[in-house]
């Protein structure tokens, strides 16, 4: 053993250092990682990086194929399909990250409190959760939609507010064998209130299951916001998203393939890489997995 990896063993590691080193390992899950870090900064830079405006049109050019001047080829409009592209991706993830991190900050906090306190308060909470599982959540969000306009920051807190119910009874699961171990009732013997005890003993110890489904529940509100676009409840123009650009190119499938198969295979490489993410980050976040 050399002197470098004795200093390793010595230092031991911590249980998120153990999964970095698995989930190195795994080169799907890194070419996952890798895909959708270039995703989000190319949404970022998009204003600075892309050929030609959101809104710019060439009507005596209309729908043509790609091109050495229009690489992706344009729209029915005249309008640069790249740019459009770009454009919708910024859209589409950010209802992907938002939606998600309003389902998230409502289902931890929702299940952390349930699977701590327990008794009739676990009941009552849980029970309302059943309840809203049987409404049909997308007539809802169609309602909403239709009721209050097609405003995008409704949509993010209506997608949002339809995708933490799964998020709530992971978390209310892993809180109630947590709420048994030495170290919380050695919290509770201090005196710290519980709020203390959820906001810094339970929820840090939920990270792991919650960043494996938080991975998992991007791509499905990505495929939600994509069929809201779809049936024409989503983003409206100018504007575009991913679901968007495919209900388009569905209607000129036929005369122009390309309005379908360019947004299609965005849409399709960034769901693909949250998947290979999500899946390299179960392995490596589970505890069985370190004794392979």
């Known amino acids: 053993m050399t002197e470098q990896q004795l200093k390793q063993f010595t230092a031991g590691t911590s249980l998120w250092q153990d999964a970095w080193l698995r989930l190195r390992k795994n080169h799907l899950a890194l070419f996952g990682l890798l895909v959708l870090v270039t995703m989000v900064i190319i949404a970022i830079l998009t204003p600075w990086i892309a050929p030609y405006g959101y809104e710019e049109q060439n009507l005596i050019l209309g729908a043509s194929p790609p091109s050495a001047e229009h690489w992706l080829g344009t729209d029915i409009f005249g309008r640069d399909m790249l740019t459009r592209i770009f454009y919708g991706g910024r859209v589409s993830l950010m209802v992907g990250f938002i939606a998600t991190g309003v389902a998230l900050l409502i289902g931890v906090l929702w299940g952390t409190i349930a699977g701590y306190l327990g008794g009739r308060v676990d009941m009552v909470m849980m029970r309302l959760v059943d309840i809203l599982y049987a409404l049909p959540f997308m007539i809802f969000i169609i309602l909403l939609m239709v009721v209050f306009g097609r405003n995008i920051l409704l949509l993010f807190l209506a997608i949002g507010a339809v995708e933490w119910l799964t998020m709530a009874r992971i978390v209310r699961g892993q809180v109630q064998n947590l709420r048994k171990q030495e170290f919380v009732e050695a919290a509770y013997s201090l005196g710290l209130s519980r709020w203390t005890i959820i906001r810094r003993h339970l929820i840090p110890n939920t990270l792991g299951p919650v960043i494996v489904y938080t991975t998992l529940t991007i791509p499905s509100v ?62 490596a976040l589970d505890p069985k997995a370190s004794k392979d």
């Open 222 to 283: 990505m495929l939600l916001e994509a069929f809201l676009s779809f049936l024409g409840l989503g983003i409206q123009p100018p504007q575009s998203s991913w679901g968007l650009l495919i209900n388009y190119g569905v209607e000129t499938m036929e005369e122009y393939p390309w309005l379908l198969i360019f947004p299609g295979l965005a849409l399709s490489i960034t769901l693909f890489a949250l998947n290979f993410l999500g899946d390299g980050l179960r392995d």
